[in-house]
């Protein structure tokens, strides 16, 4: 786990040379899928992880138990220890003591706080699609106007707007709303990535050092435990 983690940490940290690339394509419809489904599989990924720990800690915590009742308690009465028994059991304390004092938060609060970083994308995705739709709809209003006006020119003759009525006109406001969207888009292509740049290296350097913690902990468990184990 330790040795995957550390290469997608390096993997990711490309991530820092990348650009953001002034664009005006909108977000597509797979990209919001598949943001959506990232931020599924993250949930999941959360999940797991917290269950990994609460199972591994609620099995070492049996696995001790049972040992010490077994090994040292039968019927309230002392048994003959052997020295491969006592090791055994040392070897089940001391792994029940690295699961219990691990620092496996951090690297769950890595994960949670990447998800925070998936969910502020759909968000500003969610308001770049709301801005299209304000938009489309400005424009819509400006057409329905333009053919009114024609339908009254042709009717009236041609009809001279003032200043104040050029400034309301619908034309105005969907250039205004055209424009919002465009920056809508930057926006969202901007967000993203720092996001990215953010949030995927510090979850993975987070995943990482716990792993490298828990390898340390468990060779060095195993390496000293394991001599009393086995027959000498």
Known sequence: MYECHQVQTDIVQQLNYLNCIPSSDPTSEIHRQATLKLEVVAQQWHLSFCNLMKAQRDYVQSLT????????EVCN????????????YSLCDDWQCAI???????????????????????????????QKKRAESAFKEHEKKVL???????????????????????????????????????ATRLVTLNSLQMGLPRVFQAL????????????????NNMKLILPQ
């Open 148 to 186: 009114e006006l024609r339908a009254l020119e042709c009717k009236f003759g041609p009809h001279l707007m003032s200043e104040s009525d050029l400034r309301k006109n619908p034309v105005a406001k969907a250039e205004d709303e055209k424009a919002m969207y465009e920056k809508s888009i930057s």
């Open 65 to 72: 138990g049972w040992l010490c009742l077994s090994l040292f």
């Open 100 to 130: 219990t004092n691990a620092h496996d938060k951090v690297a769950s609060e890595g994960i949670k706080s990447f998800l925070a970083v998936i969910h502020a994308v759909i968000e500003k995705q969610a308001e770049e699609q709301k």
């Open 77 to 88: 009465k002392p048994v003959q220890r052997t020295v491969q028994d006592s090791a055994i």
């Open 208 to 223: 990482t050092g716990f792993a490298n913690v828990c390898t340390q902990t468990f060779d060095a468990d195993d390496h």
